[in-house]
Structures are given as C-alpha cells and as structure tokens.
C-alpha cells in the first residue's frame, strides 16, 4: 500500500479562549463568601493604591456596604486594563508605592472580585487627577450577555458595562465601592469579626487607618511575659523575621501568624508540632507574627506559588514551605520545652514554699502531741511508793521504756548518697520536732519517686519530707497540704514505734486525731487557745 501524501490543510480562525460567566462564581462566591475575608480584600485595594484611611460603611438595613479610601484613583486606561484584566499582575509592575513606598500586596488580579462572593452588585466611582469615573457590575445583568456552546451559556468576555465620566475638579483622588444585592446564604454581617479579620491580618499602622462603622480596627495589643526576637536567613526560603511572644494568659488563637508584604496568611500555626504534646498549657500561651518575603519575592521569577490562591494558607509541599516550617518547629519546641522548665522550677519552688509553711505548724502539732502524751503518761503510769514524813503515799512516774521491736519493711531502706545527704543537712530546715524524746529536725527535699512521702532518719535525727511524692502535689490542690505532711510523718513515727499493725493504726489515729482537733482552733475557733482545746477522743 503506497503512502498517501497528506496536504497542508486549510487554515481556520485562531483560537481563542472564552470564559463563561459562571467563573465569576468559582472565583468570587468560591472564594469570598464570608463577609469578613470579603471585605477585607477590598480594602487591600486601598493600601495598594497608597492610600492612608479606608472607611468601611455596613448598612444591613439597607442592603448595602461601602468601602471609601483616598488612594491614588483610577484613570479610564487604568480601568480598561487593569481593573477589567482578570488575573493580570500589573500590580506587581510598581515595585514600590510613590508615596508610602509599599510593596503591593495583591499579585493574582482576581482581589476585585471578592464583592461578588457577598453581593450581586459591585457599584464603582474612582477619582484620578480630578476626573471622576464611574461604572457598576451587575451579576444579573452579565448572565443577560450572548451566549455560545451547546448550553448558550453566557460569555464573560462579550458582556459590556457601562463607563461615565465626570469633571471632579477640586475632588480628592481614591476610590468608593458599593456592594448591593447582599447574598442572604452568606448570613448575618458580625461586626466584630470584620473588624477582628482586617486588624489581624492588613498592616494597620499610622500610615494606614481603617474604620469599620466608625470604629478603628486596630491590632489587639497581648499582654506579654516575653518577647523573643526571630532574625534568620535560611538557604531555601530566605530570611524570617518577626517577633515569638509568651502571652501572660492562655490564648483562645494560640499559635504563629505567618505574614507575606505585611499581610497575614492562613490562621496561627504550630507548623508540624501539637499544641497538646507539651505539659502546663505552654503552648497556649504562645503567639507572634513572622515575615517571609521569600514566598512573594519582589522580583517574581515565575516559580511556582508558595501561597495558595485563596490566601487561606501555603503549599505545603513547596521547598520554600518546608524549610520554613521545619526552622520554626525547631524554634517553638526549643521555646516550649524552656517554658515547661521554668513552670516546673517555679512549680516545684511554690510547691517548697507550702509546704515548709505547712511543716511549722506540723511541727508544733508534734511537740503539742509529745507534751500532751507525756502528761497523760504521768497521769495513768504511777507506782505506790513508801509514805513522806507527812504520812502521803509517794508517786513518781514510771521511766522504765520497754524497747519495741520494729515493724518488718519490705526490703532494706534505701540509702541517700553521702553527697547528697550532706547537702540536705547543709541548708535550713523547716522546722524541729520531738518524739519518744528525741528532737528531729525536719528538712523537705525531692528524693525522687523511689522514696516514701517521708523517711525518718533516728540515726541522723532527721525527718526528711520527699517533694518529689504525688502526695503533696495532690495536698496542694486540694488545699490540705498541712494534714498531708501530718500523716506521712505520724505514719513514719508509728511505724517505727509499734510491734504489730494493729498498734500502728491505733497510734497513727490517736496523732491525726490530735491534729485535727489542733488545726480546727487555728482555723475556726481563733480566739481559743491552743492548750484549750478538747482531747477527750484522743486516747
């Protein structure tokens, strides 16, 4: 079969793309259908066109928002080109803004559209160099076009709008725009939260004002503890700079805003880290703002975006991303992980504190205890003796103290290291007591978790509080740390002096009984001395 000879062909009309109306859907109601993000991106135009207020009108009654600011204007070729020119990026064209010397922060062109998300109708009047021009885009009046395909469908590109000109000499230059035809399904307009939206995420400053219904949106002003300076230029990303701040109340938002040309983008984040992995609520108090220039260079070189379209965050998987939130991961865990040790320290240092304040008290109550016994045992331990010259029969307290043998521990006790134990006998105890005639000083200290509450050193005359028990963490929440230390020494002393369990517990009830009856007066009966006190149920 011989080849057939192909023929050049017959040239047709170029191609030429169309858009259909509904892109205006996919792009504005898509993207912009929350009345804050909405509003806030029409601002945004404002701050590019240099401007330096921006009134922001919410008329629900009457079914219309205004967005006014004193920038630069537009003239009937900026109109043409780059208002009507979707997805343009002439913004970017300007380097630098002629007056504030602002980098432009809208680059995708499809800002404009963002009134389209909330309303039906975009109302324009734009002054340039006292010339007024004014133009409306009516969502319904575009689906009334020319349609084209299989469905008629109305072509975005063949829909006409009407331009006026005015003579607005004497004017001041900027821009107004009116939205009207408010979308119901996008809900009720919350004040706050617009005013919120645009204060978190624009840069507001002196330069660049913005009110909402007369009432200045103004960054919110935390409360800080620490403000940790961020200055680093990494290889991939290029510098991030900003400030890490340690909020002195738990944050509702804790978390990173990430900001391009001044702008926030996405919410706070924690990068690759959970706010929960971390103990104390650290993390909740963390919060700051970093710039990134590198996502949104001034010299665009085409690469592929680091910022998603919609603003509301990054790609992820961009190596400009990735180097990024790796640098700041490290950042935040090294910052929590300080964190978590100075509220350990200040913990553990306010836990000491009560409880050696705790411990006087408890020492005291041990001598009451000592004195009370040692009278009781003069009163009920008597031997008859030979009469006096009087003819009175001779009483004297019985001294003789059988030698008790010692409850069976389960294992040796554990032994303090030397050093250790010199370092406990070095600092200042909290307090003396006596028991069976022997005086104890009583020091706190946190042996770990390996040791009893406490461990009574005869030999050393020591009784030495473990900090480091849950029971005292627990004495303190529940605001009964004196009671707590109490029973763990009693317990320790009971132990120590009784042959069987039963005489431990009946020893043990008798002490905490005694106490009870002592902290009651202190605490509820002030005007009650001590000495006075009831000890009938005290054996």
């Not at 011989?2 to 205006?24: C, H, I, P, W």
């Not at 809900?187 to 204060?199: E, L, M, N, Y």
């Not at 008859?384 to 003819?391: A, R, Y």
């Not at 001294?399 to 070095?426: C, D």
Request: hydrophobic share 35%.
């Amino acid at each position: 079969m011989s080849k057939q000879q192909v023929s050049e062909g017959q040239k047709l009309r170029d191609l030429k793309f169309m858009v259909a109306t509904r892109m205006l859907d996919h792009i504005g109601v898509s993207m912009y259908s929350k009345y804050p993000k909405a509003i806030g991106e029409l601002v945004v135009n404002g701050y590019d066109a240099d401007a330096s207020y921006v009134y922001v009108n919410i008329s629900t009654n009457e079914d219309k928002i205004v967005i006014e600011d004193n920038g630069n204007g537009m003239d009937e070729t900026g109109i043409r080109e780059g208002y009507m020119f979707l997805g343009s990026g002439q913004k970017r064209a300007t380097k630098r803004t002629p007056i504030y010397g602002r980098l432009p922060i809208g680059n995708k062109g499809i800002g404009k559209l963002a009134g389209f998300g909330i309303a039906k109708r975009i109302e324009i009047r734009t002054i340039k160099d006292g010339t007024a021009y004014e133009y409306c885009l009516d969502r319904d009046e575009i689906e009334k076009t020319e349609g084209m395909g299989k469905l008629k469908e109305p072509v975005l590109d063949r829909a006409s709008m009407q331009l006026k000109k005015f003579d607005a000499k004497g004017l001041s230059s900027g821009t107004t725009v009116t939205l009207r035809k408010l979308r119901p399904e996008c809900g009720r307009i919350d004040i706050d939260k617009v005013i919120s939206h645009i204060a978190r995420e624009l840069p507001i400053g002196k330069d660049f004002r913005v009110l909402v219904n007369d009432r200045a949106c103004e960054p919110k002003d935390i409360p800080a503890s620490k403000r940790i300076p961020v200055d680093h230029s990494d290889t991939i990303c290029g510098p991030i700079v900003g400030e890490i701040l340690i909020a002195k109340k738990m944050l509702h938002k804790p978390g990173v805003f990430t900001t391009v040309r001044g702008r926030v983008v996405g919410d706070p984040s924690f990068f690759d880290l959970s706010a929960t992995s971390f103990t104390y609520h650290v993390a909740d108090l963390i919060t700051g703002s970093i710039e990134v220039a590198g996502f949104d260079p001034e010299d665009d070189t085409g690469e592929m975006p680091v910022i998603r379209t919609d603003r509301e965050g990054f790609v992820v998987t961009h190596p400009k991303y990735e180097a990024y939130s790796k640098y700041m991961t490290k950042l935040i865990t090294d910052i929590c992980k300080q964190l978590e040790k100075e509220r350990e320290n200040k913990a553990e240092a306010e836990k000491k504190a009560k409880v050696d304040e705790a411990i006087k008290h408890v020492a005291e109550d041990f001598n009451a205890y000592e004195d009370f016994m040692k009278r009781m045992s003069k009163q009920d331990s008597t031997l008859k003796g030979k009469e006096d010259d009087t003819g009175r029969e001779m009483h004297r307290p019985e001294l003789q103290i059988e030698t008790k043998k010692r409850l069976e521990r389960k294992g040796p006790k554990k032994g303090i290291p030397p050093s250790i134990m010199q370092e406990i006998k070095a600092i200042l105890g909290s307090g003396r007591l006596r028991f069976k005639n022997q005086t104890y000083q009583i020091k706190t200290w946190p042996l770990g978790e390996d040791f009893p509450e406490c461990d009574v050193r005869a030999e050393e005359s020591l009784v030495l509080v473990n900090l480091n028990h849950p029971a005292y963490d627990q004495g303190i929440e529940e605001n009964c740390i004196e009671i707590t230390a109490f029973r763990a020494i009693a317990a320790a002393f009971a132990r120590e002096d009784s042959n069987s369990s039963d005489e431990m517990y009946e020893k043990l009830d008798n002490m905490i009984r005694f106490q009870a009856k002592r902290m009651k007066a202190r605490r509820g009966k002030k005007g009650q001395a001590l000495e006075d006190i009831d000890l009938s149920s005290v054996k």
